[in-house]
Antibody, heavy 120, light 107 residues
Framework: QLQLQESGSGLVKPSQTLSLTCAVS??????????WSWIRQPPGEGLEWIGY???????YYNPSLKTRVTISLDVSKNQFSLRLSSVTAADTALYYC????????????WGQGALVTVSS | DIQLTQSPSSLSASVGDRVTITCRAS??????LNWYQQKPGKAPKLLIY???SLQTGVPSRFSGSGSGADFTLTISSLQPEDFATYYC?????????FGGGTKVEIK
């Protein structure tokens, strides 16, 4: 059974960089056809896709966040990471990592989520 | 980007009711539409993919239909564990987007 677990800084100051890691167990992040994604949810609001990285390391980002986002793979540790720069209070959210699969891509496995608060 | 509009944004229903949620896209997108269920404090769970395919392990009372720009999620007989928020998500464009959600509450 595939499992994903987010970890990282829970409190980030405005203008700084948010960093999160998603550790994957029960499967390899290098498996062809699988991509690894970050999605966020501000408190009490809906879901926003941030971006994903393919099994080969190619990233795709939400254009609205593209200038601030980096998603990368660490194959040696079987994990992937998110960096979001120049954060503001609007970036306060529950951040989920998830696997994206299929010819009609869908998120089939999710982490439990990591709350990140942006505050001085 | 493709915008997804869900309706209603919330509904009240009783156990045993048939519930229908719709998702309308801003452009035609074949069957590239997925549905998720999210309970409070939990990650979303995939219910339906490719508009009408039931994810493994999901009860058969959940079904999806539609193609193009109009899609529907139906719960044939609402159960107590189905009270949750439901989201649609499109994968037609590489800019993935979610609908605003439909909260299903107990009547």
């Amino acid at each position: 059974q595939l499992q994903l677990q987010e970890s990282g800084s829970g409190l980030v100051k405005p203008s700084q960089t948010l960093s999160l890691t998603c550790a994957v167990s029960g499967g390899s992040i290098s498996t062809a056809g699988h991509s690894w994604s970050w999605i966020r949810q501000p408190p009490g609001e809906g879901l926003e896709w941030i971006g994903y990285v393919s099994h080969s390391g190619n990233p795709y980002y939400n254009p609205s966040l593209k200038t601030r986002v980096t998603i990368s793979l660490d194959v040696s540790k079987n994990q992937f990471s998110l960096r979001l720069s120049s954060v503001t209070a609007a970036d306060t959210a529950l951040y989920y990592c998830a696997r994206l699969v299929g010819s009609t891509p869908r998120f089939d496995y999710w982490g439990q989520g990591a709350l990140v608060t942006v505050s001085s | 980007d493709i915008q997804l509009t869900q309706s209603p944004s919330s509904l009240s229903a009783s156990v045993g009711d048939r519930v229908t949620i719709t998702c309308r896209a801003s452009q035609s997108m074949s069957i590239n539409l997925n549905w998720y269920q999210q309970k409070p404090g939990k990650a979303p769970k995939l219910l339906i993919y490719a508009a009408s395919s039931l994810q493994t392990g999901v009860p058969s009372r959940f079904s999806g239909s539609g193609s193009g720009a109009d899609f529907t999620l139906t719960i044939s007989s609402l159960q107590p564990e189905d009270f949750a928020t439901y989201y649609c998500q499109q994968s037609y464009r590489s800019w993935l987007t979610f609908g605003g959600g439909t909260k299903v509450e107990i009547k």
